[in-house]
């Protein structure tokens, strides 16, 4: 997965892999997180929004199986 950074007060980067239906978003304090089962239209829908923290409460946040990814320390 690429991230791609994106212009969000809640969010930085969002990478996207269609092959395994996995959403990955870092946010505004650097936590990773990972979602499964992510359709490729609600992931479409978050690079469209104008308003991505608004959008990933809508139709992200409580539901999909996630988890938080550890940060490696260089």
């Keep these: 997965?690429?991230?791609?950074?994106?212009?969000?007060?809640?969010l930085l980067t969002v990478a996207y892999d269609p092959d395994c239906e996995q959403l990955e978003l870092e946010f505004c304090d650097h936590a990773v997180y990972r979602y499964f089962n992510v359709p490729a239209t609600i992931h479409q829908g978050l690079m469209?929004?104008?308003?991505?923290?608004g959008?990933?409460?809508?139709?992200?946040?409580?539901?999909?199986?996630?988890v938080r990814e550890t940060a490696l320390l260089s």
């Design 55 to 66: 959008y990933f409460n809508r139709a992200i946040r409580g539901r999909f199986d996630y």
């Design 1 to 10: 997965m690429n991230p791609v950074a994106v212009v969000s007060t809640m």
């Design 48 to 53: 469209d929004a104008p308003s991505k923290g």
